[in-house]
């Protein structure tokens, strides 16, 4: 079954860092385009970052730009995304998705993911 396991979420203090991966199992990570979201209760999902299945091309949110990288391994089969000058309105539960359709572009609308990991916390506080 196609399956994506986030990891690497932990508690970190404001301006830390973070590496969070995205292992894909069941398919082939180099026919997707991988996108990172994130959600806090009561709140909607958001785009964080994504990266079309080439690697080639990447998007961020306005909120992370110059402090988040996402990066592919395709010979991994994984995901990543580095979290630098981490903030406490950066804790979040942060998700991973894929989609094959249009992989060769992405984009941070959640509505166009197909397969999603179960997500790994993170919590940003002094």
């Known amino acids: 079954q196609l399956q994506l396991v986030e990891s690497g979420g932990g508690l970190v203090q404001p301006g830390g860092s973070l590496r969070l991966s995205c292992a894909a199992s069941g398919f082939t990570l180099n026919y997707y385009a991988i996108g990172w979201f994130r959600q806090v209760p009561g709140k909607e999902r958001e785009g964080v970052s994504c990266?079309?299945?080439?690697?080639?091309?990447?998007n961020y949110a306005d909120s992370v730009k110059g402090r988040f990288t996402i990066s592919r391994d395709n010979a991994k089969n994984t995901v990543y995304l580095q979290m630098n000058s981490l903030k406490p309105e950066d804790t979040a539960v942060y998700y991973c998705?894929?989609?094959?359709?249009?992989?060769?572009?992405?984009?941070?609308?959640?509505?166009?993911?197909?397969?999603w990991g179960q997500g790994t916390q993170v919590t940003v506080s002094s």
């Open positions: 998705a894929s989609r094959s359709l249009g992989s060769w572009y992405c984009n941070l609308r959640d509505v166009d993911y197909s397969t």
């Open positions: 990266i079309n299945k080439s690697g080639g091309n990447t």
